[in-house]
């Protein structure tokens, strides 16, 4: 079965804590026991997340005696913010056209007469003859 990497990371990211755990790991490695510090639950549920970023590839571990350390991966997040990136620019030419368009009619509008009488009173005045 072929897993779309940006789907498992994102599937990574979705969950809170989680992510709080990339965001310490982007100011430098940290241990496990520093990693599971800010949070109520069992170190047994902070190793299952550790588990899922690292299946994710967003974190490596690595064992120095007794400890062991988790570091951010760099390349993952750059894979994630590229992504990003590319619909980023889609939507600020989007909007850029959609700025210019309404600057198009903005001026149009006044640019043009104005009728004597809105559509809706035209209306109504058809409906009474």
């Known amino acids: 079965m072929v897993v779309d990497h940006l789907s498992v990371t994102f599937a990574a990211l979705s969950d809170p804590t989680r992510r709080s755990i990339v965001a310490r790991l982007t100011a430098g490695p940290a241990t496990v026991m520093e990693l599971a510090a800010p949070f109520s639950i069992s170190q047994q549920a902070i190793s299952k997340h550790l588990a899922y970023l690292e299946n994710a590839h967003l974190i ?12 951010i991966k760099p390349d993952t997040i750059r894979e994630v913010a590229d992504w990003a990136e590319g619909y980023r620019r889609i939507w600020e030419n989007n909007f850029q056209r959609l700025d210019a368009l309404l600057a198009e009619m903005k001026s149009e509008k006044k640019l043009s007469p104005k009728s004597a009488k809105p559509a809706v009173k035209k209306r109504k005045e058809h409906e009474t003859q």
């Open 60 to 71: 490596e571990r690595k064992r120095a005696g007794r400890q062991n350390f988790c570091a």
